[in-house]
């Protein structure tokens, strides 16, 4: 499995802008689907956005489509979630996930399909 480690999150004013990275480390040689996930106080974790390996499939949630754009650096083996007009109810705790995909280039969707979980990062937006 990969190793990930997410940075970026903090607090920002509704209307604002963050940029969350997600650097993976380990088994890195392999292809990996990666994504965010976010879980808010007292709700269910949600989707918020995945890419495929080759960053050429991409899906949104619902909730953050014409907002949040995610993308990857390979060479960097790292994933990026640029958030845009940050609403309050945008706060969350911010988890990146990575599955290996053995060159299949599909933009998993499922949480259960993600075996690998970096620890989180706080987003607070404020009102």
């Known amino acids: 499995q990969v190793q990930l480690v997410e940075s970026g999150g903090g607090l920002v004013q509704a209307g604002g802008s963050l940029r969350l990275s997600c650097a993976a480390s380990g088994r890195t040689a392999s292809t990996y689907a990666m994504g965010w996930w976010r879980q808010a106080p007292g709700k269910e974790r949600e989707i918020v956005a995945v890419i495929s390996w080759s960053g050429g499939r991409t899906y949104y949630g619902d909730s953050v489509k014409g907002r949040f754009t995610i993308s990857r650096d390979n060479g960097k083996n790292t994933v990026y979630l640029q958030m845009n007009i940050l609403k309050p109810e945008d706060t969350a705790v911010y988890y990146c996930?990575?599955?290996?995909?053995?060159?299949?280039?599909?933009?998993?969707?499922?949480?259960?399909?993600?075996?690998?979980w970096g620890l989180g990062t706080q987003v607070t937006v404020s009102s």
């Open positions: 996930a990575a599955r290996e995909t053995y060159y299949s280039d599909a933009a998993y969707r499922g949480e259960d399909e993600y075996p690998s």
